[in-house]
C-alpha cells in the first residue's frame, strides 16, 4: 500500500525566512496531494492541494510543488510568522487507498 | 455555520467501559472518516464510510465500532476491546473519493 515519508520531522526558522517541508510517496496511483496545519490541541486544517494534472499551486505566502516523476511533493512557505508555528501533514489519496498521512514536520518560527 | 462538529472536546472513560464520541456534518458530504492520533504522531484511519448505510474498516479498526444510519453522522464507538483507546479523534468529511477533505476539532479520550 502506499506509505509516505515527510521531513524534517521538526524545523526552526527565524521570522521572515522561508520554510520548505518535503514528502515522498510510494504509490504512483495517487494522484491528489493536501497539506494541513494543526495546531495545539486542534483538528488540521487544510491549507493548500495540488492533483498529479499539476506541477505548482501558490496561494498568497503558501506554495506547493509536485514531482510525479520522482513522486515527491513539496511546502514552501515564505516571509514566515510566528503564527506560522504549527505541525504541518501532508497527504497522498488514490483510490482504493483513501488519505495516507506523513508523520508531520513541527515548525518553529523564531521572533 | 457550516462545518463538522464533533462532541465531546474532552471525554473520561473507566477501563472496561464502551463510550461514543460523536460526529456530525452539515456540508451535505457523502465521505465521512475516524482517524485516531496519538502524541507526536501522525494520523491512523479507523473507519471510513462513502456512503449511508456502508462503511469500511482503515488499518486500525479492532476495538471500534461505527455506524452510518445518516449522511450528516458518523459516530464511532470505543469498545472496551480497544486495549489502548486514550488518544486524540478526529472526524472528517469529503464530498466524495479524492475531494477535499476538512477535519473537525477533534475528541481527547483518556481512560482513567
Known amino acids: 500500500g502506499e506509505n509516505v515519508e515527510q521531513h524534517p520531522s521538526t524545523l526552526s526558522v527565524q521570522e521572515g525566512d522561508s520554510a520548505v517541508i518535503k514528502c515522498t510517496y510510494s504509490?504512483?496511483?495517487?494522484?491528489?496531494f493536501p497539506w494541513y496545519k494543526q495546531e495545539l490541541g486542534k483538528g488540521p486544517q487544510l491549507i493548500i492541494d495540488?492533483?498529479?494534472?499539476?506541477g505548482e499551486k501558490k496561494d498568497q505566502r503558501i506554495a506547493v510543488t509536485l514531482n510525479k516523476t520522482a513522486k515527491h511533493f513539496s511546502l514552501h512557505i515564505t516571509e514566515t510568522q510566528p503564527e506560522d508555528s504549527a505541525v504541518y501533514f501532508c497527504?497522498?489519496?488514490?483510490?482504493?487507498?483513501?488519505?495516507?498521512f506523513g508523520p508531520g514536520t513541527r515548525l518553529s518560527v523564531l521572533p | 455555520d457550516g462545518g463538522i462538529t464533533q462532541s465531546p472536546k474532552y471525554l473520561f472513560r473507566k477501563e472496561g467501559q464502551n463510550v461514543t464520541l460523536s460526529c456530525e456534518q452539515n456540508?451535505?458530504?457523502?465521505?465521512m472518516y475516524w482517524y485516531r492520533q496519538d502524541p507526536g504522531q501522525g494520523l491512523r484511519l479507523i473507519y471510513y464510510s462513502q456512503i449511508v448505510n456502508d462503511f469500511q474498516k482503515g488499518d486500525i479498526a479492532e476495538g471500534y465500532s461505527v455506524s452510518r444510519e445518516k449522511k450528516e453522522s458518523f459516530p464511532l464507538t470505543v469498545t472496551s476491546a480497544q486495549k489502548n483507546p486514550t488518544a486524540f479523534y478526529l472526524c472528517?468529511?469529503?464530498?466524495?473519493?479524492?475531494?477535499?477533505?476538512?477535519f473537525g476539532q477533534g475528541t481527547r479520550l483518556t481512560v482513567v
Open positions: 456540508l451535505n458530504h457523502d465521505a
Open positions: 504509490d504512483s496511483a495517487s494522484n491528489y
Open positions: 472528517a468529511s469529503s464530498s466524495g473519493q479524492g475531494a477535499r477533505a476538512f
Open positions: 497527504a497522498a489519496w488514490n483510490y482504493g487507498q483513501n488519505f495516507v
Open positions: 495540488i492533483r498529479s494534472n499539476v
